[in-house]
């Protein structure tokens, strides 16, 4: 008992060394909220530092944080300690077997060669360097794929050298688009500009030019210079209040386009808790678990206690969405444009809280108590049971925990997680119903996936008749629902494609895939008609399972096998 | 027997649903393949649209809509409990017919539209034409149903697949067509097309030919880390007496007498000319840009900055002018002067009085600010030595029967040099001008000129040589979508025949706008006739239904960025006024992304496809023709409209059936 003690207290007492030097380190000294939470605008969006910072990195060096420090505070000390970031490591080479190729430079040693194998990360001055820019001017002239590996390094190289305005090491806020415009009826309606570009502006027209406009460009100035100087001789007190002198200035450029405080703090919160995608995930892998344990052991506490893990998960993810619309919005200047179902990030977002509605309802029953009175149907009193709830918050959890986890497993963001604009083709009514019919009608086919795996393991485990029946209704409830929009989904797409492209059917991957899955689910449809008993539930289940292969490789294979017209998609 | 094949068919198979969902299954992989492995469709020619339209897809379609009539007819009552089945039966088969009917007609393409032009025509996106050029005239054969995805030749064994496309007799566009042959005053001028390459480069060597003339292949590698360049120049060929290597000129002259190189090379030391007199002085001089000249005892020197072969006077002339520093006993100007003209121009340079507002020359005077000078300047380039600025000429001269080759290069802000090399391979250095912007800096600001880039170049000389074009294959890994499915490495081989004997076979481009980029290769002398005839592979030129005027077109840039720079566009608009070729009547509208302009009642679309994205010149759009979209859409809704009411009003229906039976019931049983 005496050495456990000793042991914890010796453990306790490292902790709170650890911290005590942590809190010497200038990072924890300083605080640089009003530059996290400072509007710029970036690639023709306005979003909060913290975003551009988040994405900044992400795109450089394939992770968000860098040596334990948050992205706005690596971008920052970049800028004010530029030469310390051009010889490091921290361009991620993303196409692996590209890195092999690094192994043919012949200035180079062979454990160099070995860590870029390993580590896949170059620095800018190596890849500015004439002779590996030669090299890759070779290696670009032999296949499109090295071509492709090589601009890809090249953007992420440029974005560097923005950050750190290499070789001139200026070591201030230079390239970075901070000040807002003086015209324009909404903030992104006219370019932003660096502080080089605006006070240059203000030296070549000074009478255009208000005295409060000029006021504010030279706080500005003043302090970004202070930063710099404080920042490099590590005076925290100083940074912290040039950071607010900075914020304060850049928002009093033009107070009546800037972003809402509210607003751009609620942009880096929604940052800093992933979009909202492990919170919601997590909420709904606990309603799985308990809906499944409450249909197993029929124990109504657990029931309950899922159902209050699903609506929170629920509003979680009514949360993510609603956040990103009102995010999106200060960027296309209206709601309606704004509606976030427009890549594939957001329309696995949505199709995900489509199939939780969906479910959730059916599991309360009160569909099937329209049903009954109107059709005499009961669905063999499927809700209530917790399938359906099962059902929607596996489905809800699949596509919240692969929205978080896809940049970690694959180092790339998953198309559209960051905010920016859209292809103008997408900026129309007609996306909003195509879009949300077939992205609706995914949810419903994921979770025949569900239920018919679920159908499938019981058949294998203890052929129980009448849970194969009420699994088997339940299935067949969210098949023909899946199937009937997911057939209005491929029309209204190629209603669309007849004005956007000038023909209703171009037999695009895309297409086509939608269609098999479709005919699948009519397969279903017909193999019920002449199949009966347990033979048709068991092959409506294998098929549920076979469309949602087909449903997935559309969604997802067909962007990396095929070539198409959907790239966005 | 085919009686009872055909019944036991219809009483066995096509009432079967089994065989029903057998061919859904069949569908399926069908569309599977056909989309998800496109290598086997390419293997056997078919683009998508093909391979949907093709027989086995027919048959299966025939199929699937017979055993759809069938089942419905003699299995499914026409109750109201089976309407939903009905009408979703009724909406496959509208579908069907209309696809098929859609494939069959189907034409789309696209034009381009500059700014307050109109144009009548648009180009098919699929279809393939050998256009002819005689010059001044353009003939065109089209060739429905060309191959697109494999190469073919009768080196590869397989150029017989092309033999449809020969005898074509490309003809003029209009009502009254003229061909290519009658064009060119040869009757019986024909072409075939005798080999295909779907992504290829059209390579030239030089080879050992037997009454050729003398030619040079010269291979140098310019900039380091590039492939290096393979060029030759062979005088008097058509395309291969004159080269280019980026900003250096090449050109071959052969030349018959000794004599005439002695006054090539006297003219190449005689470009400028400047007679200059001051008070007790006169003098003739003969100038070389970069250098300096002292004016006898005068005090005047004049230094020579630079030279532009073609000046733009402000009232558009163009004219040689030389730039000289004028340094006189007191101070120092610069003066511009015209060759044949006798009013030069003097400028103040910046610094000095009276240089407000000066730009990089100096302040322009109008008046002379030293009258006793006078230069009359006079530029002679009879030879043909100087090429246009920025570029250096060199000018290969070989005499035959000798081994000597002599090189002059010429250019406008270096001085002349000449270059004698005897054997049949050397390393010659070529000089690269200096950038343009350069020059302008060091005149600016007085500094020399900016010293040339030296590039070595292995020259092979060749004494009976002729130029052999060769098509290159380009690797499958190297190989660009965007390319590929524009066709824009496609090339042909084309055999040109007289019907007396003659032939020539010709490599030809694929152009992707014949009526707006120049023209490349393809070149084809043919006996008799003077101008060389050119050909190309286009994109089949077809009428549009009314002409089209681009009145005006916009671009919107998110974030009110810069148009030209602009990664991301919310929208394009092209304003267009239509005209009814028959009835002349104006139609006004404006077509924008998703927004098309539909003409003639929706059976033809005009949709917004591309645009000039430097400076809104021009728009591009898409064309296309509607035909069975309306039966299609017809059948789309029905589809729906019965798998709703299968799914969810039939249940209604039962269930009402069921309450009226269990009434009557009990009706009956209280009786």
Known sequence: ?569 | MIVRILETLLQRTLRNVWFGIALLVLIATYIAIGSGLPGVREYFELDEVAFFNAWPFRVLMILLVATLVTVTLERIPFTPTRWGAWIVHVGIVSLVFGGFWHYRYKVEGSTLILQNQTVNHYFDRWERALYVQVPGQMARAPLPGFPRFNAYDAALGNGSALNKFAGLNPVTSGASPQSAGEMAGVKDLRFAVVGYWPYADIRQRLVDRAGGGVGYSLVGPPHPGEDPHDLMLLAGALRYSRTSLHEIELEHRALADPAELSAVAVAASRFHTLNVKLPGFEQSLVLDVGREYRLGDTGYAIVVESFDPRWQTMDKKIVPLLTLMVQTPTTKFRRQVISGSDKPTDWILAGNAGSEGAGPLGKRQTELLDNALITNYTFDDSKKLQPREGTIQYTFFSIAGTMRTTIIAAGPNVPTAVQMLDGSAATITLQSPPPASEVMMAVASGQPLPPAEQVAVEMVRKESAAVEEYVEEVPKIQRNKDDGQAGRKQVVKVRATDGAGWHEDVFVPFNEQILLMPWRGGLVSVPGVTAPVQMQLGNNYRLLPASIRLDKFEADAYGGVDIASAPMMRDFRSTITITDPRSGERVTDTVYLNNPVFYQGGDWIFFQSGWDNQQQRFTILGIGNRPGVRIMAMGCGLIVLGIFYAFYIKPIIIKANKQRALAKAGKAAQA
């Open chain 1, 1 to 569: 008992m005496r050495q456990i003690f000793i042991i914890l207290a010796t453990l306790t007492a490292l902790v709170s060394s650890a911290r005590a030097a942590g809190a010497d380190s200038f990072s924890k000294q300083i605080n640089i909220d009003p530059i996290r939470y400072m509007s710029l605008q970036d690639k023709q969006t306005i979003k909060t530092f913290d975003t551009y910072a988040r994405e900044a990195m992400f795109h450089i060096t394939g992770r968000s944080t860098l040596d334990g420090e948050s992205a706005t505070f690596t971008v920052l000390d970049m800028v004010f300690n530029p030469r310390a970031y051009a010889e490091r490591n921290l361009i991620y080479i993303r196409n692996k077997p590209f890195r092999a190729d690094f192994g043919s430079l012949s200035f180079i040693d062979a454990a160099e060669k070995q860590r870029i194998l390993k580590e896949g990360q170059i620095s800018l001055k190596f890849w500015f360097d004439p002779h590996t820019q030669q090299a890759m001017e070779k290696q670009m002239a032999s296949a499109t794929v090295k071509a492709k590996a090589i601009q890809e390094i090249h953007d992420q190289a440029l974005a560097l050298s923005q950050i750190l305005d290499y070789p001139g090491f200026r070591g201030t806020l230079v390239t970075q688009a901070i000040v807002p415009p003086l015209d324009g009826d909404s903030a992104n309606a006219r370019p932003w500009q660096s502080l080089p570009d605006a006070s240059m502006k203000l030296v070549q027209n000074p009478q255009v030019m208000s005295g409060a406009y000029a006021g504010s460009i030279e706080k500005m100035i003043t302090a970004v210079q202070g930063l710099n100087t404080a920042w490099v001789a590590k005076d925290a007190a100083s940074v912290n209040q040039q950071a607010i002198n900075l914020a304060a200035a850049a928002e009093s450029v033009n107070p009546t386009i800037y972003p809402s405080k509210t607003k751009r703090k609620f942009e880096v919160a929604y940052n800093a808790l992933s979009r909202l995608t492990w919170p919601g995930a997590a909420l709904y892998f606990l309603a799985f678990v308990f809906f499944l344990l409450a249909w197993q052991t029929e124990l109504k506490w657990m029931y309950v206690t899922a159902w209050i893990a699903v609506v929170l998960a629920w509003l979680v993810h009514v949360g993510a969405i609603a956040i990103r619309w009102w995010l999106v919005q200060k960027n296309v200047g209206n709601w309606f444009e704004a509606i976030p179902i427009k890549n594939q990030f957001e329309s696995v977002m949505f199709s995900a809280w489509f199939g939780t509605v969906v479910a959730l309802v059916l599991e309360t029953g009160l569909i099937n108590r329209v049903f009954k009175r109107l059709a005499g149907w009961d669905f063999r009193k499927l809700h209530g049971q917790g399938i359906f709830g099962a059902a929607g918050a596996g489905i809800g959890m699949l596509s919240l925990v692969a929205l978080f986890a896809v940049p970690f497993v694959t180092g790339q963001d998953i198309i559209g997680a960051g905010i920016r604009q859209n292809a103008g083709i997408l900026m129309t009514y007609w996306l909003y119903v195509h879009v949300t019919l077939v992205t609706a009608s995914y949810a419903l086919i994921g979770m025949t996936f569900v239920i018919g795996t679920w159908y499938a393991i019981q058949y294998l485990a203890n052929k129980d008749a009448a849970i194969l029946q009420t699994l088997d209704a339940a299935n067949l409830t969210m098949l023909q629902l899946a199937f009937w929009i997911l057939g209005i989904g491929i029309i209204t797409g190629a209603l669309w494609a007849d004005v956007s492209w000038g023909r209703p059917w171009a037999w695009d991957p895309k297409e086509t895939f939608a269609l098999i899955t479709w005919i699948v689910y009519l397969i279903i449809v017909h193999i019920r008609i002449v199949t009966s008993g347990t033979n048709r539930a068991l092959i409506t289940s294998v098929l549920s399972i076979v469309g949602f292969g087909v449903m997935l490789f559309n969604w997802i294979g067909v962007n990396f096998f095929l070539v198409g017209l959907h790239s966005y998609a």
